[in-house]
């Protein structure tokens, strides 16, 4: 069993930056690849970003490239989101996610959840 904890969301302006946290306990962290989703209101949880056990290689969604970084402390255990330049649009609640092996795009293809983080961003 692997246990996420999320934080660090909060209400944000329009172009302000956060830092959301993944503190995981458990099985080994450092061999599951790790995501970011995010579901607003009304739609569906969507991918946000990966980074993978092995290489530590990183995927983003085009929506978010270039304003997000994915990255991970292995000797912490804890899964990290950069976001900056936030839009309106980035309002959603923000959820960690785990699973061993490879990194998908699909939240179905995760077994471990966190309970998630809300983020808001205000125009």
């Known amino acids: 069993q692997v246990q996420l904890v999320e934080s660090g969301g909060g209400l944000v302006q329009a172009g302000g930056s956060l830092r959301l946290s993944c503190a995981a306990s458990?099985?080994?962290?450092?061999?599951?690849?790790m995501a970011w989703f995010r579901q607003a209101p009304g739609k569906e949880r969507e991918f946000v970003a990966a980074?993978?056990?092995?290489?530590?290689?990183?995927y983003y969604a085009d929506s978010v490239k270039g304003r997000f970084t994915i990255s991970r402390d292995n000797a912490k255990n804890t899964l990290y989101l950069q976001v900056n330049s936030l839009k309106s649009e980035d309002t959603a609640v923000y959820y960690c996610a785990a699973r061993p092996g490879v990194y998908y795009r699909s939240p179905e293809h995760y077994d471990y959840w966190g309970q998630g983080t809300q983020v808001t961003v205000s125009s």
């Open positions: 980074v993978t056990w092995s290489s530590g290689a990183t």
């Open positions: 458990g099985r080994t962290f450092s061999r599951y690849a």
